[in-house]
């Protein structure tokens, strides 16, 4: 079966909790929705919380805080090797997981400070450090610079990062908080030890309930694991298959629906690094390749975006003096009218009392 742009659309839209069924805002607590999206991309500090609200109609600030708090959510390198938000439970899988499959190639831009010493003794340190306390990175850097004499102690802290399982309890993560990061072991902050031996399926299973159908390619984009092909095949028969009208294969669990193409999605604010815009290697289904680098420039930036009919149409920012709303193309009085409205909701999500201002020019 062939799926269509705006049917993997809507699908898309629908699994993200972008859409609904019966157009009500989703009610369930804030760690059931990131548990459903598996990893909330958390590299700028207040973009999930804006990004839960978009999908939620309803969550607040503090929901999020709270989650943090008491543990049901956590902060964390994961997905790519950058800054996401899991439920603890899930953290216990998909740490070890990447964990397995990344190894240590981030840790390059290190390499001349750990030169001539074993990242495992590095790593053993930053444990024996951190063990039972949280404590701020540059804390952590002046403490392994005591231990490893003339070496740059912030270096040997993001070994640790890398190597070792750390979570950023709050204050790291709190709405509107900027400072340094706190870091904690997570088989500490979570109260017992990691999963040994995470299954792919797990994985395959929950990545395709929050962005299927998808390819391979797709898969290995969202989580920044390679050489998944083998694993996907493997379950090829627990799996449904579509194709995309550009012949791609796509993978899909038997017992969920795909959209007819035809609903009609309401306009939502994203905020920057938002994974509804990187979670394919194809990103037809949500960005025009023609736009995809106007949302992400380069130097690792991803742009807040807006949807219109259920596409990425345009960029937004704000200032201590406006929101301002960047279409890249012109839009029609109606969804001019849609657009500002949705905005006039954001500013008061985002607690600014500044003019929303539509930039057509």
Sequence with gaps: MILTKRQ??????????????????????VDEVVAHLVAVQAQE?????????????????????????DRRVVR????????????????????????????????????????????????AAGRDILRGQAMTRPKLAKALGERFPGRK????????????????????????????????????WLGGPLEER?????????????????????????????????????????????????????????????????EEPPVRFLPEFDNLVLSHEDRTRIIADEDRAKVCPGYSMVHPTFLVDGFVAGIWSVTAEALTISPFRRLTDDDAASVLAEAGRLRAFLQVDVTVRLDQS
């Design 153 to 188: 102690g912030i270096a040997l802290a993001w070994v640790v990062q890398f190597q070792e399982n750390l979570v950023h309890p709050p204050p790291s993560g709190v709405w509107r908080r900027r400072g340094h990061v706190t870091c904690a072991l997570a088989e500490d």
């Design 8 to 29: 993997l659309n809507r699908t898309y839209l629908q699994r993200q909790l972008l859409t609904t069924p019966d157009g009500e805002p989703d009610p369930r607590p």
């Design 198 to 262: 995470p299954d792919v399926w797990t994985l395959l299973r929950r990545y395709l309930a929050s962005c299927g159908p998808a390819s391979v390619p797709d898969l290995q984009n969202w989580s920044g694991m390679k050489r998944l092909r083998d694993d996907v095949e493997a379950h090829r028969h627990r799996l449904r298959v579509y194709r995309d009208e550009r012949g791609q294969e796509l993978f899909d669990l038997p017992d969920l629906p795909v959209c007819g193409g035809d």
């Design 76 to 123: 964390a390198g994961l997905l790519r090797r950058t800054q996401h938000l899991t439920t603890g439970a899930d953290y216990r899988w998909l740490r070890p997981m990447l964990k397995q499959r990344l190894g240590t190639g981030g840790l390059s831009p290190f390499a001349k400070e750990f030169a001539g010493l074993d990242i495992a003794d590095i790593g």
């Design 45 to 69: 500090v207040d973009a999930p919380y804006v990004g839960l609200w978009t999908r939620t109609r309803r969550a607040r600030h503090e929901d999020l805080v709270e989650a943090l708090t």
